[in-house]
C-alpha cells in the first residue's frame, strides 16, 4: 500500500459515532494486559457464552465439522464444537495480542519450527509465498512471522475507519505493509521484491478463479487457484506457514518449500494446496475457523450443502 492510502490517525475519526470502537479497542489494550493464562481461562469461558448466544454461527460451524470429519462420531463433532468456539473465544484477546503487545512479551510465548527455511530463501534473494489458512490464531500467525522476517499481508480492508486503521497498524506491528486481497499486481511485485507474502486460499470465494477439489470429506470443495498463480511469480518458494496454539503458548511452523509445486494444472496444485492446508487443519482442528461456511459453493446441480 503507497504511503499516501495508508490509513491515519485523522480528527475525523474521533467523531462521537466512533467512540464506541474506540472503547471496545481500550478494553481490549487493557484485557491483554492480563496474564497469558488468565486471558485464555476468559477466552474459553466467552467462547462457550458465544455459543449459547450466535446460534447461527453454531449451526453454520457444526455443519461444517460434520462435512469435513464424516468419519468421527456425533459425540465426537459435539467435543470438538465446543472446543471450537472456546477457541474462538481466545482468538478475541490474540487479536489484542498481536496488535499491542510489545516484542519481549510476544516472543517469551512464541516457539519456532523450520525458520532455517526462511533464511535459506532469504539469502537466494527468493520470494516466499507462505501458504497459510484461516486458524483462529492467525493474528499471531503474521505477528510471530513478523519477528523473523518482516512481510507483507494480504487483507480485507474494513469498511469502518477506526477499526481499519487499528487492523491496518496492528497487523503491521512486526511487518513491512498488507495489499488488499483483490491487488494481485501489489502481491506480485512484493514476491518479485523478494518479499515473504502471507497467503490464505482456504476460504470459499465462490466458482470465480475456482475448481472443485477435494478438502476433507468434501470430495468437491471449491478452491481458488490464485495460489499456483502467485507460486508461479519467478525466483519464488512456497513455504507453509501456520501458528498453533498449545498450553505453552504458539509454535510457529514454517515448512520447507513445496518442492513440484506448481506444475501448472490447476485441479493438480489447486488439490495440492489444499493437502497442505489440510494437514496443518489436522494438528488443530478445535483452532480452524469452522464457523465460515467453507463448503457453501457446490457444482451445478449439486443441493446446498448449508
Not at 201 to 227: K, L, N, W
Not at 242 to 249: A, F, K, L, P, S
Not at 273 to 294: F, G
Request: charged letters at 25%; aromatic letters at 12%.
Amino acid at each position: 500500500m503507497s504511503a499516501e492510502r495508508l490509513p491515519r490517525l485523522e480528527p475525523r475519526l474521533l467523531h462521537p459515532r466512533y467512540w464506541p470502537q474506540w472503547f471496545g479497542l481500550g478494553v481490549l489494550w487493557l484485557l491483554v494486559l492480563l496474564p497469558w493464562r488468565w486471558q485464555m481461562w476468559l477466552g474459553r469461558r466467552l467462547g462457550r457464552l458465544a455459543m449459547r448466544l450466535l446460534k447461527s454461527r453454531e449451526r453454520i460451524a457444526r455443519r461444517s465439522l460434520e462435512l469435513a470429519f464424516p468419519e468421527l462420531s456425533s459425540t465426537e463433532r459435539e467435543q470438538l464444537l465446543v472446543r471450537n468456539f472456546e477457541s474462538v473465544g481466545c482468538a478475541i484477546f490474540e487479536v489484542g495480542m498481536a496488535w499491542f503487545w510489545p516484542d519481549w512479551r510476544m516472543r517469551a510465548l512464541m516457539r519456532i519450527e523450520g525458520e532455517e527455511h526462511v533464511h535459506a530463501a532469504a539469502e537466494q534473494g527468493q520470494g516466499m509465498l507462505l501458504l497459510s489458512c484461516h486458524f483462529l490464531t492467525l493474528e499471531l500467525n503474521a505477528r510471530c512471522f513478523g519477528l523473523v522476517r518482516p512481510g507483507v499481508g494480504v487483507y480485507r480492508p474494513n469498511t469502518n475507519p477506526v477499526l481499519e486503521y487499528a487492523q491496518y497498524h496492528g497487523r503491521c506491528k512486526s511487518n513491512k505493509y498488507l495489499v488488499d486481497r483483490t491487488d494481485v499486481k501489489g502481491m506480485i511485485k512484493a514476491l518479485r521484491n523478494g518479499d515473504a507474502l502471507w497467503y490464505a486460499p482456504d476460504h470459499d470465494y465462490g466458482r470465480h478463479a475456482s475448481v472443485f477439489v477435494p478438502f476433507f470429506g468434501v470430495e468437491q470443495a471449491a478452491t481458488i487457484t490464485g495460489t499456483a498463480t502467485l507460486a508461479r511469480v519467478k525466483n519464488t518458494v512456497t513455504l507453509p506457514c501456520y501458528n498453533i496454539r498449545d498450553e505453552h503458548g504458539y509454535v510457529l511452523h514454517i515448512g520447507a518449500p513445496l518442492e513440484g509445486y506448481p506444475t501448472g494444472d490447476d485441479v493438480a496444485d489447486a488439490t495440492r494446496s489444499n493437502q497442505v492446508v489440510e494437514a496443518a487443519v489436522r494438528r488443530a482442528p478445535e483452532q480452524y475457523m469452522w464457523l465460515h461456511r467453507r463448503f457453501k459453493t457446490v457444482p451445478e446441480g449439486m443441493p446446498p450443502r448449508y
